[in-house]
């Protein structure tokens, strides 16, 4: 049928679910290999001469990337997306929602200040040339930010704008059955109270209950919208078959955007630092403010803009803060090509002594 052409995501994100909610995530490994990759080719470009680190200063550069990234996704998201969180106290581990990263909640951008941040730092206690830490930085981001946008799709989270059924790339997620559905969508699959061994009265009651705003009705309804998201993870067939015609047809935004920011944006960067070379730090890392902000402006198109946080002048607020970048890029190269070239002879090496 035409109206399930859209493929069906049924990815669990748990590569080892240990108990419960408790388990071994794949956005979790995505970050791992995502930083692996990182140390593995940083390594290789230090032992070649090629940028400002020695092979030993490798790994204490990791360790502060990975710090920079994590507290700054996470706090950019927090005060980027729902500030609300700061004031957010529950009764399970671990207490404030900030520290609740088991719930998501990653802003790429909070990330990049955050790196930044965390070069600054890196670079003060070694005294090596900031510039050229920042064009590393830059050049081997992609690679997390590949990695990270399909962990996105595997989560089922960031999803795209609807799309026709028979768009070849279409995706049906069934995370919005928890993070969308409200009582009308039930309602709208009175199918499912027999799956749920519900008389229709009983059904219809709970709906009812729920409309009117009871608390214990609304909790049953989660319930069950997280046992029906369960059920397509694990492939039960019964529940496919009730929910996949209910489910919106939508672009793969995150993997629109894996390919951007991963593969378009790691060619554009190796180019420039591989083939061009340029003889002044900091290009490759302004080069990646403006390339990364116009991707990240034309491939939130196909995604749905945040819970709670409207448009303003058409664009979304990851269009606004990657506008942002664009502009700050720009300044940032044109004040760096203004800078007389280095000496002739001037090497890595050199730079890595005089800081």
């Known amino acids: 049928m035409p109206a399930l052409a859209a493929y069906l995501h049924r990815l669990d994100p748990f590569a080892w679910r240990i108990a419960g909610d408790f388990g071994i995530r794949w956005y ?196 069950y919208a997280r046992d029906l998201l369960t059920g397509v993870q694990a492939g039960n067939e019964e529940v496919i078959r009730l929910v996949e015609p209910l489910l919106t047809a939508r672009h793969p935004s995150q993997l629109y955007q894996a390919f951007a920011e991963g593969i378009v944006l790691g060619a554009v960067l190796a180019f420039i630092f591989f083939v061009l070379r340029p003889a002044r730090h900091g290009v490759v890392g302004a080069w990646f403010l403006i390339t990364y902000g116009l991707l990240r402006i034309t491939t939130e198109i196909w995604r749905l803009p945040d819970e709670g946080i409207e448009r303003v002048m058409g664009l979304s607020r990851g269009q606004w803060l990657s506008v942002v970048m664009v502009l700050a890029g720009g300044v940032v190269l044109s004040c760096i090509l203004r800078r007389p070239l280095p000496p002739p002879g001037a090497t890595v090496a050199g730079a890595r002594a005089r800081g």
């Open 28 to 223: 979790g490994l995505a970050y791992a290999a995502g930083f692996l990759c990182v140390y593995v080719l940083a390594r290789c470009l230090a032992k070649r001469g090629r940028i400002v680190l020695t092979p030993e200063q490798v790994g204490d550069f990791v360790m502060y990337a990975i710090a920079g990234t994590l507290l700054g996704g996470r706090l950019g998201w927090v005060l980027f997306y729902s500030p609300s969180t700061l004031w957010t106290f529950t009764r399970d581990l671990p207490w404030w929602e900030v520290l609740a990263i088991h719930h998501g909640g990653m802003a790429s951008h909070g990330g990049m200040i955050g790196i930044v941040i965390a070069v600054l730092l890196f670079c003060r206690s070694r005294g090596i040339s900031v510039l050229g830490v920042l064009d590393l930085a830059a050049l081997l981001a992609p690679l997390g930010l590949f990695f990270g946008r399909v962990a996105n799709f595997v989560n089922g989270e960031l999803r795209g704008q609807p799309c026709d059924p028979a768009f070849p790339l279409a995706v049906r997620f069934p995370q919005e059955i928890v993070d969308d559905w409200g009582v009308e969508q039930f309602r709208a699959a009175p199918q499912l109270a027999r799956h749920f061994n519900l008389p229709s009265l009983r059904w219809e009651e709970l709906l009812t209950r729920a409309k009117n705003g009871s608390r214990e009705a609304l909790e049953q309804l989660d319930h």
